[in-house]
């Protein structure tokens, strides 16, 4: 049996399996397009996602655009 990761997600800490992906974590909080998403402050481009592989501790940032003046 494996013991699953601790993650920090938008500042909130989540259990995710020991071989989750950043896509895991996006589809985990099912967040909708556009969005922009770093791991420990690195910006991961989103043909990544599915190939990030999470680590134990890692600190994901989930970011939305802001329109307006």
């Not at 999470?54 to 939305?64: M, P, T, V």
């Amino acid at each position: 049996m494996t013991t699953p990761i601790k993650v920090l997600i938008n500042g909130s800490t989540f259990e995710l399996a020991t071989a989750a992906t950043l896509a895991d974590a996006v589809a985990l909080l099912q967040l909708k397009p556009p969005f922009a998403a770093a791991i420990n402050l690195q910006f991961i481009p989103n043909t990544a996602y599915h190939h990030t592989l999470l680590h134990d501790a890692d600190q994901i940032d989930l970011i939305a655009p802001v329109t307006g003046g």
